[in-house]
Every structure is written in C-alpha cells, then in structure tokens.
C-alpha cells in the first residue's frame, strides 16, 4: 500500500480529488447494493435505493427505506454496520461506502424525505408502522475511479478514512 502524501497540501488536494470522484460516482447510480452482517458470521448482500440527501444535511450521511420486519433491519440492529456497494458500468467505476447503521424512525423524518413510489412496499404511506430508515455515517471510502485512482486501473483501490474529527485521511492510494 501506498502512503499519504507527507505535504499536508498535497494531502488535502487529493482527499478532495477522491471525495469528489466519488460524489460524482455515486450521483450516476440509481441502485447500490447493501450487504450487512449476517447472524452466521456470513454477509447479507441485497439492492437498495439510497435516498437523497436534503439541503444543508451532513455530508456522508446516507438513509434507505426499509421494513421493520425486513432482514436488513435485523442485521442492522444486531451489528450497527453496513457496505454500500455502487457500480457505475460506463466507465468501469466503483465506490465503496462503509460505515455504521442505525434504524432510525422518526415519522417527521420520515414525512420530509418520503417518496410516493414507495406506497408500492409501504401502502400506509409515510405512516405505515411498518416502514423506517436506516441511517449510515460513512467512516471509509474505497473506490476505483478511472483517472483518478492508482495505475494499472482495477489493480487496487484508493481508500480513505474518516477521523474523530470528521476530517478524511488516505489510508492507501
């Protein structure tokens, strides 16, 4: 693996660069997959719509919808973790967002950010007891994106990490 750079400005350009590489990334994507820890010791890998975030809301803060009952829900609330995998085709790119989950079921929250295509899993609506989110803060990005990470393209990814103080940090690049 690769080192940060040891330039402190060096250093902030290029978490930028991947910050931005993977924003860019992500926003081309539709579906992602979610994979949590599966009570066996195993990984539950599923596709799931990540949900737009909304003006002034913290950066790296993804929410998805799901059911209460659901087995996501169940991984989630027995490991606090979760994977969202996105693939952009096109150009053979990828962002991995890794980092812990929590559900989350404040109906406010749930009336300000609802869709109505999502009546067809939840016909209650916004208030159906059924429906909740699932809150991810992003602690590690792992992403290959091309013109942006390591050459040869597709032989490692760059990864970065988030600090206690919110700050990001190469890990490998």
Excluded at 95 to 117: K, P, Q, T, Y
Excluded at 138 to 147: A, N, Y
Aim: with cysteine.
């Amino acid at each position: 693996m690769a080192e940060a750079p040891a330039d402190p400005a060096i250093a902030s350009t290029r978490v930028a660069r991947l910050l931005t590489a993977a924003r860019e990334t992500i926003a081309e994507v539709t579906y992602c997959w979610a994979a949590t820890p599966s009570e066996d010791g195993g990984v539950n890998v599923r596709l799931v719509g990540p949900i737009p975030g909304v003006p002034g809301e913290e950066d790296w803060t993804v929410w998805i919808v799901t059911g209460r009952r659901s087995r996501k829900a169940a991984d989630i609330r027995r490991a606090g973790r979760l994977t969202l995998g996105y693939q952009h085709h096109p150009d053979h790119a990828y962002v991995a967002l890794i980092g812990s989950a929590a559900l989350f079921d404040d109906r406010n929250e749930i009336h300000r950010r609802w869709r109505e295509r999502w009546r067809l899993y939840f016909p209650g609506g916004p208030d159906d007891p059924d429906m909740i989110f699932v809150r991810m803060n992003v602690g590690r990005i792992e992403l290959c994106v091309p013109g942006v990470s390591p050459e040869p393209f597709g032989s490692r990814p760059s990864v970065i990490e988030r600090g206690e103080d919110r700050s990001w940090t190469i890990v490998s690049d």
